[in-house]
Nanobody, 116 residues
Framework: QVQLEESGGGLVQAGGSLRLSCAASGRTFNSYAMGWFRQAPGREREFVAS?????YYADSVKGRFTISRDNAKNTVYLQMNSLKPEDTAVYCC????????????WGQGTQVTVSS
């Protein structure tokens, strides 16, 4: 069982930056792939970024967002720069076991609001 808790969301002006954190419980954090997803009102949840060894990004955030992890702290981060109003959403982190097709564990999410 893995529990995930996000923090770092808030209100920021367009062009600004935020860093989200996701703290995970459990002793085997470094064996999980970690991802960030977001869901805006009236829209489906969408993939933002993931990391295990390599990193992957949605086209909409490439060059602006950076995902990283600190296995010693059981934490994954999402550095978000050059934020746009269309980045406004609830951001959730998720964990996927090695070999699994789907993400097994999800956090509650943190709200990010970008004003124009």
């Amino acid at each position: 069982q893995v529990q995930l808790e996000e923090s770092g969301g808030g209100l920021v002006q367009a062009g600004g930056s935020l860093r989200l954190s996701c703290a995970a419980s459990g002793r085997t954090f470094n064996s999980y792939a970690m991802g960030w997803f977001r869901q805006a009102p009236g829209r489906e949840r969408e993939f933002v970024a993931s990391i295990r060894g390599s990193t992957y990004y949605a086209d909409s955030v490439k060059g602006r967002f950076t995902i990283s992890r600190d296995n010693a702290k059981n934490t994954v981060y999402l550095q978000m720069n050059s934020l746009k109003p269309e980045d406004t959403a609830v951001y959730c982190c998720a964990a996927r076991r090695t070999g699994a097709q789907e993400y097994d564990y999800w956090g509650q999410g943190t709200q990010v609001t970008v004003s124009s």
